[in-house]
């Protein structure tokens, strides 16, 4: 299988069903493709632990693969329109973090009083981050994400700021 690097290329011609852009970043690759629309956020699909179902770009419609979540490091989920209804009160944070073999900075939003240890969060191990920059720790390239969905077991190094 050839999967692709990131790239914000539509949805081969041949695939009919709707689909959304993803990026999915692994300890030793960087995918771009598509998944199937959903009414929930991918933060609350990851917390399933189900495998996160997955078009590599260029892939034919009969070539999706199931990637487990525990290998999973990051996403740069598909937009999700906003609902203003279920926002609650969130005290934002600005983190900086190692990710297995990248460097993140991005703003937590925590229910009050999980500021004081961001790992409070580990009973849902995805944490998604706002107006967030990541790259290879070892490159100084960066890209930049609106939502970043970090996963909390593979991160070390994390301080605010």
Same mark, same amino acid.
């Given at each position: 299988?050839? !999967?692709?690097?990131?790239?914000?290329?539509?949805?081969?011609? @041949?695939? +009919?069903?709707?689909? #959304? /852009?993803?990026? +999915?970043?692994?300890?030793?690759?960087?995918?771009?493709?598509?998944?199937?629309?959903?009414?929930? %956020?991918?933060?609350?699909?990851? *917390? *399933?632990?189900?495998?996160?179902?997955?078009? /590599?770009?260029?892939?034919?419609?009969? #070539?999706?693969?199931?990637?487990?979540?525990?290998?999973?490091?990051?996403?740069?989920?598909?937009?999700?329109? %906003?609902?203003?209804?279920?926002?609650?009160?969130? +005290?934002?944070?600005?983190?900086?973090?190692?990710?297995? /073999?990248?460097?993140? +900075?991005?703003?937590? =939003? !925590?229910?009050? $009083?999980?500021? $004081?240890? !961001?790992?409070? *969060?580990?009973? =849902?191990?995805?944490?998604?981050?706002?107006?967030?920059?990541?790259? %290879?720790?070892?490159? @100084?390239?960066? =890209?930049?994400?609106?939502?970043?969905?970090?996963? !909390?077991?593979?991160?070390?190094?994390? %301080?605010? $700021?």
């Amino acid at each position: 299988m050839r !999967l692709s690097r990131r790239g914000d290329k539509p949805p081969p011609a @041949h695939v +009919v069903e709707p689909l #959304e /852009p993803i990026r +999915v970043l692994l300890q030793d690759a960087d995918l771009a493709g598509f998944v199937r629309p959903s009414t929930e %956020r991918t933060t609350d699909e990851l *917390r *399933r632990a189900t495998p996160l179902s997955f078009l /590599p770009a260029g892939a034919g419609p009969g #070539e999706w693969i199931e990637i487990p979540t525990r290998q999973v490091l990051m996403v740069v989920p598909p937009p999700l329109a %906003r609902r203003p209804w279920k926002r609650e009160d969130r +005290v934002q944070q600005r983190v900086t973090m190692r990710v297995g /073999p990248y460097a993140v +900075v991005g703003t937590a =939003h !925590l229910k009050p $009083g999980q500021e $004081g240890d !961001l790992v409070l *969060r580990a009973t =849902h191990p995805f944490m998604p981050l706002t107006d967030a920059a990541f790259g %290879r720790a070892d490159e @100084h390239r960066r =890209h930049r994400a609106e939502t970043l969905i970090v996963n !909390l077991s593979w991160v070390s190094d994390l %301080r605010e $700021g």
